[in-house]
C-alpha cells in the first residue's frame, strides 16, 4: 500500500526555517512526480510546490524564493526546505504523489491525508 509519512513540522518564530521530510513507500518513486501541499483551518487547500521527474520544480508565488523542494531517490524522500518563514505559512502540509494523471493540479482538499497525517508547521509573529 501506499504510504507517505510526513514530519519536520514544528513551531518556529517568523523569520525561522523548519525541513519537512516525506518517507514515500509502496510504489516506485523516481517516475512520479512529487508534490507538497498546505492546509490552514478554515482555507481552502493549496499546492505548494512540485517536483517533476526530471527534476524541474514549481512553486507557489507567496513560497517562491524562500522554500525549496528536493528529492532523494535513494532513500525514497521528498523534503521541502522552508526559509524566512512568515505567519501566513501555518498550516498542516501534506506530501503527495501524482498517483494518477492530475492528482497533484485536482485532488479535493479532503483527501489531502489519504495516504500520510501531515505535518504542522505554525508560525508566530
Known amino acids: 500500500a501506499v504510504r507517505l509519512v510526513e514530519s519536520g513540522g514544528g513551531s518556529v518564530q517568523a523569520g525561522g526555517s523548519l525541513r519537512l521530510s516525506c518517507a514515500a513507500s509502496g510504489f516506485t518513486f523516481d517516475v512520479l512526480d512529487m508534490g507538497w501541499y498546505r492546509q490552514a483551518p478554515g482555507n481552502e487547500c493549496e499546492l505548494v510546490s512540485r517536483?517533476?521527474?526530471?527534476?524541474?520544480?514549481w512553486y507557489l508565488d507567496s513560497v517562491r524564493g524562500r522554500f525549496t523542494i528536493s528529492q532523494d531517490n535513494v532513500t525514497n524522500t521528498l523534503y521541502l526546505q522552508m526559509n524566512s518563514l512568515k505567519p501566513e505559512d501555518t498550516a498542516v502540509y501534506y506530501c503527495?504523489?501524482?498517483?494518477?494523471?492530475?492528482?497533484?493540479?485536482?485532488?479535493?482538499?479532503?483527501?489531502?491525508?489519504?495516504w500520510g497525517q501531515g505535518t504542522q508547521v505554525t508560525v508566530s509573529a
Open positions: 503527495l504523489a501524482e498517483l494518477y494523471d492530475g492528482l497533484l493540479a485536482t485532488i479535493p482538499c479532503q483527501r489531502l491525508g489519504t
Open positions: 517536483i517533476r521527474t526530471n527534476g524541474g520544480t
